[in-house]
């Protein structure tokens, strides 16, 4: 038995790993899967990558690319969830902000520089022509402090994931006022160098398990009414969100890699483009 240790966010995007731990298929090929939840997000993944806390992060495109640019010693090994991440851009309901107009110049709340939520801020920031020498950001760590963050008005906006922050939105903690949708694939499956060194045949596995997973997962009887269970969603929120979603069992098309580059560099966030080689490898 080979153990691997996985790194994710406590998202609905994840549940195919889950049920796979759950049913047993991964120990059916030899593999000893942990799963760790990463509240913190794609900047408290990358730190564990970085200090060999976990072999493999499911984690965001941007937030793993930059962090590679930047030394982690990871590789891109597979495309995880191949439709954007839909923002949600929220205040506090209290808020004075009414449009994502009014929030120009404003300090956005991230979990922590190189995530997702800082990453982003910059990227919607320069797609509509903001001045993002002029942003400020707040680092609150994860979703529970923003909320914390925003009501004191320490911070005066915060970017997650559409509908995870939907329930915080129907119960009147947070307005949402805007969406923004990342230009390319939501998440990715990423692995350190030395776990593709000591465990590449287990990894391999662990892939073809997980693939055969989410290339039928939304044909799974009643998954809608699990997700909306498990994650404390409405049904018709989740019924939404799975016919906007389509995972992956390919590995990351080069152009996103180009794509997330640019963006990258234009924001000052790499130093400079690398050969998409530097990012990724082949299982």
């Given amino acids: 038995m080979t153990k691997i240790t996985i790194g994710g966010v406590p998202e609905h995007f994840n549940l195919p790993i889950h049920l796979c731990i759950e049913d047993g298929l991964f120990k059916n090929v030899g593999l000893d899967i942990e799963w760790v939840e990463f509240p913190g997000g ?72 190189g995530s997702g939520s800082h990453v982003m801020a910059y990227v919607q920031a320069k797609k509509i022509n903001w001045n993002t020498q002029a942003i400020n950001c707040v680092v609150v760590n994860n979703l529970d402090n923003a909320i914390q963050s925003l009501s004191k008005g320490e911070a005066d906006y915060f970017m997650w994931e559409h509908y995870t922050t939907k329930p915080l939105v129907d119960s009147n903690i947070f307005r949402r006022v805007s969406d923004f949708p990342t230009p390319w694939s939501s998440f990715v499956v990423a692995a350190t160098s030395k776990a593709l060194a000591d465990k590449q045949d287990a990894i391999s596995s662990f892939l073809e398990v997980l693939n055969t997973k989410t290339s039928s997962f939304k044909n799974i009887n009643e998954v809608d009414v699990l997700l909306a269970k498990r994650y404390n969603q409405k049904l018709e929120d989740i019924k939404t969100w799975l016919s906007k979603t389509e995972w992956s069992q390919d590995q990351l098309p080069h152009s996103e890699i180009e794509d997330v580059q640019n963006h990258l560099l234009e924001l000052d966030m790499i130093d400079k483009k690398q050969d998409v080689s530097f990012y990724l490898t082949i299982i």
């Fill in 42 to 113: 794609t900047g408290a993944m990358n730190l564990a990558l970085r200090n060999g806390e976990i072999d493999i992060a499911i984690i965001l495109t941007e937030g793993i690319v930059k962090d590679i640019a930047a030394g982690n010693e990871s590789k891109i090994i597979q495309n995880y969830v191949s439709t954007p991440l839909i923002w949600g851009v929220h205040v506090a309901a209290n808020s004075p902000f009414n449009t994502l107009d009014d929030l120009e110049d404003t300090r956005p709340a991230i979990s922590r520089f």
